[in-house]
């Protein structure tokens, strides 16, 4: 009887931690560049359902855009929106605020041509309230 009550509290606590498995986190972070290379400095992780949705959403409506004219390649944030149980992913963005309150965001470094995206101010504005 004690080695079932045994199996039995190693199946319950495995079901437990299997349950609490993050879904999507978003990781954000501060890009950098020195003389060992680049990279992001990451600083945040948020796992609240609501503001994984919140992120989809704006992502959804942000508008592809390409290269802009003088454009300054220096990124303020990076984050990126990743599924651990598939072990993807599913949005990396480098962020650029623009003076006028908007902001353009690329994807650097992946295979293809580098994609850029627009969000107007009301857009970045709602980014900005989720990665904080």
Known sequence: MKKWTWV???ISFTMMLVGCTKEAVIEVGT????DGGSGVNIHTE???AKMVERLRDVMAEAKEIDEP????KDSQLFFSLNRPKEGVAEIMRYVYLQ?????????EGYEGPESYF???EKQTNEL?????
Not at 69 to 72: N, Y
């Open 46 to 48: 948020i796992t609240d």
């Open 128 to 132: 900005k309230d989720i990665l904080q």
């Open 8 to 10: 039995l509290l190693i």
């Open 31 to 34: 890009p950098f560049e020195d």
């Open 118 to 120: 627009t969000l107007n």
């Open 99 to 107: 003076n006028d309150g908007q902001s353009i965001l690329t994807i």
């Open 69 to 72: 004219e003088d454009f300054d």
